[in-house]
């Protein structure tokens, strides 16, 4: 039985932004427990086929697109294209997105949009016309990434917060919209990961760097591979009556006010 509730083999998952960081993480787990990964990236063509050879020494049925997730007729392009070149998009992970440290007082307001742009629009585009194919099939997994921005604020992070705080409430309006056409929305929050995003704020050393390891309760930064498991579950049968949840791997971060530097 378990099998089956965690049996995603034979899915079409696309993951935007899977050629490196959180998102390969998650794209390479879908893969490894047997989905085909659709891989999209915006930076080069180059680095989107380097990507689907990481996947495919691994085993993993991946092929490539590169589109850009804010623009609403290259989404349309692609979308189209992968259904006739591999099949209906069973599970869709927005993932994609980018961030601007930089305190508010400092923003040039083209950057706040820009921010906005690619980690709340772009999942409301590609999301809008995924679930045209699932409301079709009666069927379909769509997971936003979201953040513990989503639920706490951070000195420079002020539009990437406006961003996640708007995806996680995104999320539950598909869930409220969508659900009714067995379609399970949700979100995937991981707290602070060892990711090339993160390098700038986890060398050793760094004040932020020790003020998660000790506002963490695992004590540690998380190793991307630990959100496959939750990935897995929200496009598996056994997610098939959660929907509008943000699943947060975060090491306990949002369970706890923290301690004092100086406690164990
Ligand atoms: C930051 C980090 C965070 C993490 C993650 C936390 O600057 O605070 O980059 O944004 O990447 O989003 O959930």
New binding site residues.
Partial sequence: MSVTLFNIEGKIALITGSTHGLGMAMARGLGLAGATIIVNGNSSQEKIDIAVSKYQKEGIDAKGYKFNVTNEQEVITAIAKIEVEVGSIDILINNAGI?K?TPLMDMEVADFKEVIDIDLVSPFIVSKHVVKGMISRKQGKIINIC???SELG?N??GA?AAA?GGLKMLTQNMATEWAKYNIQINGI?????A?I??EP?RIDGHP?NDFIINRTPAGKWGDPNDLAGAAIFLSAKASDFVNGHILYV?GGILATIGKPSNED
Avoid at 189 to 193: A, D, E, L, R, S
């Fill in positions: 961030i440290r953040s513990m921005m951070r420079s992070v990437y996640k929050g991981p707290g602070y990961f990711t995003q993160t704020i932020f975060d």
